[in-house]
Nanobody, 119 residues
Framework: QVQLVESGGGLVQAGGSLRLSCAAS????????MGWFRQAPGKERKFVAA????????SYEDSVKGRFSISRDNAKNTVYLQMNNLKPEDTAVYYC????????????WGQGTQVTVSS
């Protein structure tokens, strides 16, 4: 089972940028399709972005399209989420997750990293 650790969260003003990282251990990340999710206070965890094992296919939740970009470096066993033009509504705990195929549910989760966007 792969272990995932997120980093890169913090406090940023609206319009700013952050890059989140998700470092994997225990298994090579190249075996997995990866995703980012977020959970705002009092709300359910929601999908943000996903990337195929090769990096050739990506998908995004509508509200982040054009602002967020998911990428991966399999040699570094790391997945990234570049977040630009951040908005206060992006404030949440961000989680990365892994799954075997694009049809499976995500089965491995990190502990999350807090992103706070001030207005």
């Amino acid at each position: 089972q792969v272990q995932l650790v997120e980093s890169g969260g913090g406090l940023v003003q609206a319009g700013g940028s952050l890059r989140l990282s998700c470092a994997a251990s225990g298994s090579t990340i190249g075996k997995y399709n990866m995703g980012w999710f977020r959970q705002a206070p009092g709300k359910e965890r929601k999908f943000v972005a996903a990337i195929s094992w090769s990096g050739g296919t990506t998908s995004y939740e509508d509200s982040v399209k054009g602002r967020f970009s998911i990428s991966r470096d399999n040699a570094k066993n790391t997945v990234y989420l570049q977040m630009n033009n951040l908005k206060p509504e992006d404030t949440a705990v961000y989680y990365c997750a892994a799954r075997g195929t694009m049809d499976e549910n995500f089965h491995s989760w990190g502990q999350g990293t807090q992103v706070t966007v001030s207005s």
